[in-house]
Structures are given as structure tokens and as C-alpha cells.
């Protein structure tokens, strides 16, 4: 993919200068004004690793949390049978080689060197489910992808299970085809290497995380391979205790592992100086790992939702909603999820949130583009949408890997409901930017009943929140503002101010209180509610009558 780099001024202390032409522009500024030498080489930056479901970035920000290069590139998603999703492992770690290496590049050219740069964070995909021949440090398979459902026969036999009712109080999540577990599962059922390595107690499993550090701080070559994850990641896989953080004896046995024969990462705080190791060959070789979030949890942090009762949304491939509840976990009786929302460590609690996840958000724009070939670029889905003046009475279930929260229902199948001889394209992208609105909802009032209070505002981020039209119809739909920020790389960030934490760029949150503030867009209700509400309802018929369509023999 070509060079992400924008044209944004970037705030030094003495000039805005552009992006990646900080030489070029010093060279013709009067003296005084430009930089000197020791003013560059005192300036602090983290580095910022973000693996996601499509694409690979890695960015690098200044201790006002601002961006000053970046590079991204997209990867192979592959699909070798219906309801199947898969990575390459060394595909991704390849992905994230080359992002550093062109961020670095754009770094220096601005007079940088590694030097400057503390730290870096990562944050990634969450429950991609990655196993490696720990002896060899080689993939055994394809990573299995998050929204992947080929264990949906599989889930229904664990639900019948005596004891399935005891996993929810103990990890926070439902079984359903989301979480690594299952995903484990049936590696070790249908593929052999996968079998024969777990058998002879050489299985290492991992979430993406887990995989790139291991990787990055040399594999198995390293003097002491570094096997970790955070409790973000770990608290994704069904089998970590939501309470002690650490591996739970009765989850491991529901799902028939033995300790003994696999290797499981090391459970450590989200932000440590040491835990994560260093970058061991590259640009940036020697630099420190300090910070690891999962993805949705990394987005709030970048949000700054430190405080309980602080909720953000971030509209990706999927789209995730997480609500801070504070030090305490709260156990849904709506259908959503408890997970950890950060763990900065320093003998402070880890921080918990409910979350609610919807599979189908960005993803949704890039069928009606790649599959039905509506749009060239995904950007003009907007622009189609905004060619009527309402959704024609058509609703989208985009329900292509069943729904989630807070409906969890995995026999469901994408539908268009309403289609008339009326019907345009520009009816079916507007119905396709709502259907993200309304699960959402779906998810805010499901929080609403487990916490026992309205949320004030959403904060919103990712791809999908670009689109004017689509966060003004989240805040009509939903009766509550809707916050955007300015720079929307909260992802990133929170990976950033988990590594800087850690490494003295911040010292404690107060510190952040300025992060990200500027350029920010509240979108205020403007539907009558009557409306809003009948249109939910509508919306609620549909993903009624969507049910079933898989069967058992399916």
C-alpha cells in the first residue's frame, strides 16, 4: 500500500513544519528560529504497533500524543470455505517489519533518530487464535480470525455441557465461535501437526500480541524466548479468571487442556517497562516493548476513558463499544460482555469494562464495494447514502458471521428486508451505515440495564466514524451526543500511553488530560424520538425474522 503519510502541520516547539519534510523546511527558516541539535535530540516520542483484522500500521507520536509519521499497509485476508477467516502468521509479523521500517524513514528525514523514541506499544486484533512449534518457533497453521464461525457446531456441543454455565461468572464471556478458546479447540480436533505438537508437549499458543513479541524479541533464538500477553488480550480467550487475572484450572479443564502440554503466554500488566522485552533486530533494535492493549481496549485508553461511566465506540472491520465500570467486574445479564479494559499495574487495580460487540461495521462497507461493486473506494458510500433522503423502508441485517451482542445469535445470515421496485443503491448503502447505528443502540440500552445509568456521550473512533452522515444518525438513533476527536488514531495511542507510562514520556494519567483534545465534533440528537424509536423497532422486527437461517445440516 502506498506511503499513509498526510500533509497535516505537525506542532514543534518553534515551527509547524509538514510531515516527513522536517530538513526541507528548517533549511529556509530564518536563524533562531529553527531547531537546534540538542532541542532535537531532548524530545521524547513512543512508537505505536497497531496488527488489526485488514491492515497493519505503525506510528510513531509525540508526547502530546500527535502523530508524526506513519505507515500503512493491508495484508491477505483469506476465506477457504464459508464462515472460515485467515491470517498468515508470518504475513503479519512481515507487515508490521515493513510499517517500522517506512515510519522510520519518514522519522529521520524530520531529524529524528531511534534514539529519540522511549518505547513502543502494541495493540491488535483480539481472539485471532495464532499456535507455533514452541522448538521451532513455526506456525503450525493459519492464525483463525475473530469473526471466523467454522466452530459454530462445535460451540452448540459445549453449550450442552453440565458445567457451561459456570464460565460466565468466572471470565465474563459467553460461549460463541468470538473467543480464542474455541478456535484452540478445533485446531487440536482437525488439524494434525496442531494434534502431534500438543501431544508432544511443543503446542505454544498465542493471540496476535503474544505472537509478534515473541517474534520480535528473536523467537527461539532469543537467550530467553518471551512468551507473554497482557490481561486485555487474555481476558479473550475464556481462559483467564476476569478476578485473579491468571489462568483458571476449571476453565482449562472445561475445554479438556492439560498445562502440561501446551504453552501459554505469561499474564502481565498492560504497561511494564521490562516484561515485553525489545526489539531485537531492525530500525528499531534495541528499543523497549512497554506497553500491549487489545485493540478495543488500547481505543479506550487512547479516548482517555479513565474514569467509570466513560464509553467509546470504535467502528472498524467490527464495531466495539466498551463502558468503564471501574475496579470491579460486572457480570451482564444483557448479553454483553465483561473483559479488562487496562491494567497499567505499579500495584494499582486493573480497570474492568462491559463490552458489546457487533461483527460487521467497516466490513459491511467493503462487501457492498468488493461484492457488489456499489462504490470504487469505500470513502463514497457516504456520498451514495446521502443520494436519498431515508433508507426506503430497506434494513440491512448484515448478520454474515451471526450477531453479536447483546442478540448473540449465531444461526442468523445477512438479509435485506423492505426491497421494492423503489429501491436504489443509495437505499441499501444507507441501510447498510445504519445497521452499525442501530446494534449499537442495541448495545447502549443493554448497558444501561447493567450498569443502572444512561450513558451522557459516546466517544467514537475508527474508519466508520469519518462518514458525518453515519455519526449523525448514531446520535439520532441512539438520543445521546456523539464525540468525535480530531485525530482519530486512538488505537494507537492507547498502545502509545501504556509504552510511555511505562517509560517516563507520562508519569500518571493526569498527566493525559490534554492528549487529543483538539479538533473535536460533537454530534448533537436532531430526530424527534418518537421516530427514532420506531425506526429501532422496525429494525428489531428484522433482526427477528433473520433467525434460523442456519440449520444443523448447514
Known amino acids: ?78 476465506y477457504p470455505e464459508s464462515g472460515w477467516h485467515e491470517h498468515d502468521p508470518l504475513e503479519l509479523l512481515s507487515s508490521v517489519e515493513e510499517c517500522i521500517d517506512n515510519s522510520m524513514r519518514q522519522f ?7 534514539a529519540n523514541i522511549r518505547s513502543i506499544g502494541i495493540t491488535n486484533q483480539r481472539e485471532t487464535t495464532v499456535v507455533w512449534d514452541k522448538n521451532t518457533g513455526e506456525p503450525l497453521y493459519n492464525a483463525i480470525v475473530w469473526p471466523d464461525t467454522r466452530t459454530k457446531n462445535l460451540v452448540r456441543e459445549l453449550r450442552n455441557r453440565d458445567s457451561s454455565e459456570e464460565l460466565l461468572p468466572l471470565c465474563g464471556l459467553p460461549l460463541s465461535t468470538y473467543p480464542s478458546s474455541v478456535k484452540l479447540l478445533w485446531l487440536l480436533q482437525n488439524v494434525d501437526a496442531v494434534k502431534k505438537a500438543y501431544d508432544e508437549s511443543r503446542l505454544a499458543f498465542g493471540t496476535v500480541d503474544s505472537w509478534l513479541i515473541f517474534k520480535l524479541n528473536g523467537g527461539v533464538k532469543a537467550e530467553k524466548p518471551v512468551h507473554v500477553t497482557d490481561s486485555t488480550n487474555a481476558s479473550r480467550t475464556m481462559f483467564m479468571n476476569l478476578r485473579t487475572l491468571k489462568y483458571d484450572d476449571r476453565l482449562l479443564k472445561f475445554f479438556g487442556l492439560d498445562r502440561e502440554k501446551i504453552s501459554l503466554p505469561q499474564i502481565v500488566p498492560s504497561s511494564d517497562p521490562d516484561v515485553f522485552g525489545k526489539v531485537t533486530y531492525g530500525a528499531l533494535e534495541g528499543i523497549s516493548i512497554a506497553g500491549c492493549l487489545g485493540d478495543q481496549s488500547s481505543a479506550l485508553v487512547g479516548q482517555c476513558g479513565f474514569s467509570p461511566g466513560q464509553a467509546k465506540n470504535t467502528y472498524g472491520t467490527g464495531c466495539f463499544l466498551l463502558y468503564n465500570v471501574g475496579d470491579e467486574p460486572v457480570i451482564s445479564k444483557s448479553g454483553l460482555l465483561a473483559t479488562i479494559a487496562y491494567d497499567f499495574g505499579k500495584g494499582k487495580k486493573p480497570v474492568y469494562a462491559l463490552e458489546g460487540s457487533i461483527a460487521v461495521a467497516g466490513s459491511g462497507v467493503k462487501f457492498l464495494m468488493n461484492n457488489l461493486g456499489f462504490v470504487n473506494e469505500s470513502s463514497k458510500i457516504t456520498e451514495l447514502a446521502e443520494s436519498v433522503k431515508d433508507n426506503g423502508g430497506v434494513f440491512f441485517v448484515t448478520a454474515f458471521s451471526g450477531l453479536f451482542a447483546p442478540y448473540w445469535i449465531d444461526d442468523a445470515k445477512g438479509t435485506l428486508f423492505g426491497i421494492t421496485q423503489h429501491t436504489t443503491k443509495g437505499h441499501i448503502a444507507r441501510a447498510t451505515l445504519e445497521a452499525t447505528c442501530y446494534q449499537t443502540k442495541a448495545i447502549l440500552d443493554a448497558m444501561e440495564q447493567d450498569s443502572g445509568h444512561k450513558l451522557e456521550s459516546l466517544a467514537v473512533d475508527g474508519g466508520m466514524s469519518n462518514s458525518d452522515l453515519c455519526m449523525q444518525t448514531q446520535a439520532d438513533i441512539s438520543g445521546i451526543p456523539v464525540d468525535r476527536p480530531g485525530m482519530r488514531e486512538t488505537t494507537a495511542l492507547g498502545a502509545a500511553i501504556a509504552a510511555g507510562l511505562a517509560t517516563g514520556v507520562w508519569n500518571e494519567l493526569e498527566d493525559l488530560k490534554n492528549v487529543n483534545q483538539e479538533g473535536r465534533r460533537v454530534f448533537q440528537p436532531d430526530m424527534p ?9 422496525k429494525w428489531e422486527q428484522a433482526v427477528d425474522m433473520s433467525r434460523g437461517w442456519v440449520n444443523g445440516t448447514d
Not at 529521520?108 to 531511534?114: P, R
Open 108 to 114: 529521520e528525514k524530520q531529524g529524528y533518530t531511534k
Open 1 to 78: 500500500m502506498a506511503d499513509s503519510r498526510n500533509t497535516k502541520p505537525v506542532q514543534t516547539d518553534k515551527v509547524s513544519v509538514t510531515e516527513g519534510e522536517y530538513v526541507e523546511q528548517t533549511e529556509h527558516l530564518p536563524p533562531g528560529i529553527m531547531e537546534t541539535k540538542e532541542e532535537v535530540e531532548h524530545q521524547w516520542f513512543v512508537g505505536s504497533i497497531d496488527q488489526g483484522t485488514t491492515s497493519t500500521r505503525f506510528l510513531i507520536f509525540n508526547g502530546k500524543g500527535d502523530p508524526v509519521a506513519d505507515h500503512q499497509m493491508e495484508f491477505e485476508n483469506m
Open 529 to 537: 424520538r418518537d421516530k427514532a424509536e420506531k425506526l429501532f423497532k
